[in-house]
């Protein structure tokens, strides 16, 4: 299975034995915006058969920071529920603003998994070419997830400010240009404004066209080299709490490369009166 299906491949292939349909949508609900509540969005419509990740609740509760990696016992109870398995093959899909479906690709390989895909263009595209949808909830039987933890993919803020001085891998930032030089405070209370030193803004939206699917091949490489990245060189990502930078992470894979994340991302950077921060322009 490719990293990136179509909405074709999918209506294809539903109901297919080892196929898994994930609904990994999330939204921050800053202040200021309008909230909106994932669960009841997808009890409302979702892709038949699609179970609901809930990401907002996969996480590591003993942190302070919003959106760590959970442990791997915590990842494995909720794949099993959710009838995930070894031998699944898994099909993720959002639809958030924040492409939050790239962030459980990332988990999933961060634990192991190794046959997940996103879908194409989302839900959005799912329903606009009036494809069928359910509502409610689906319960499938338990799946048999073992975890293997990969801790390649992570970056903490050790390694990160060591690489303040090393330079040894490009940091590309995911957020806005606004969070990114400074204009626009921070949402997180006590995080101030800016961005890692030496760091690079490439916002995550960029990666698409203007239909809500994945640039691909030489228009994808150059939104990395517009940004002033060198894709065939080593990579960190990062943003605010390590959900968006998933975004920039999927996108060096399908470019061949691999692009760890920071986890912590500017949630834990900007509040840490230890670290050197950067404002204007990169």
């Not at 509760?61 to 791997?72: E, F, G, I, R, V």
């Not at 950077?269 to 230890?274: E, F, I, L, Q, R």
Request: with cysteine.
């Amino acid at each position: 299975m490719d990293a990136l299906v179509t909405t074709e491949w999918l209506a294809e292939h539903i109901g297919a034995r080892d196929l898994r349909i994930v609904d990994a949508t999330y939204f921050a609900n800053f202040p200021g915006e309008t909230p909106r509540d994932a669960a009841a969005e997808y009890e409302a419509a979702h892709i038949p058969g699609a179970v609901f990740m809930d990401l907002g609740t996969l996480r590591d509760t003993h942190s302070d920071l919003p959106m760590m990696l959970p442990d791997a016992a915590q990842f494995a109870d909720r794949m099993r529920r959710l009838g995930v398995g070894d031998d699944s093959r898994i099909v993720l899909y959002d639809h958030s603003p924040h492409h939050t479906a790239a962030r459980a690709w990332w988990m999933l390989r961060s634990f192991g998994a190794r046959d997940v895909a996103i879908l194409d263009g989302g839900f959005a595209k799912w329903q606009a070419e009036g494809r069928v949808t359910a509502s409610g909830r689906e319960n499938l039987p338990p799946g048999a997830f073992a975890t293997r933890a990969d801790r390649a993919n992570v970056r903490t803020l050790d390694q990160m400010a060591a690489n303040v001085a090393s330079q040894a891998e490009q940091v590309v930032d995911a957020r806005s240009a606004a969070r990114f030089t400074g204009e626009e405070p921070d949402p997180r209370p006590a995080t101030q404004a800016g961005h890692i030193p030496g760091s690079r803004n490439l916002p995550q939206g960029a990666l698409f066209d203007a239909d809500g699917t994945w640039k691909r091949g030489e228009a994808l490489r150059r939104t990395f080299t517009a940004a002033g990245v060198d894709p065939d060189r080593p990579m960190v990502a990062t943003c605010g709490s390590g959900i968006t930078a998933a975004v920039l992470a999927f996108g060096a894979h399908l470019l061949g490369r691999a692009m760890p994340i920071y986890d912590g991302s500017w949630s834990e950077w900007g509040a840490d009166p230890s670290t050197s921060k950067a404002m204007g322009a990169a």
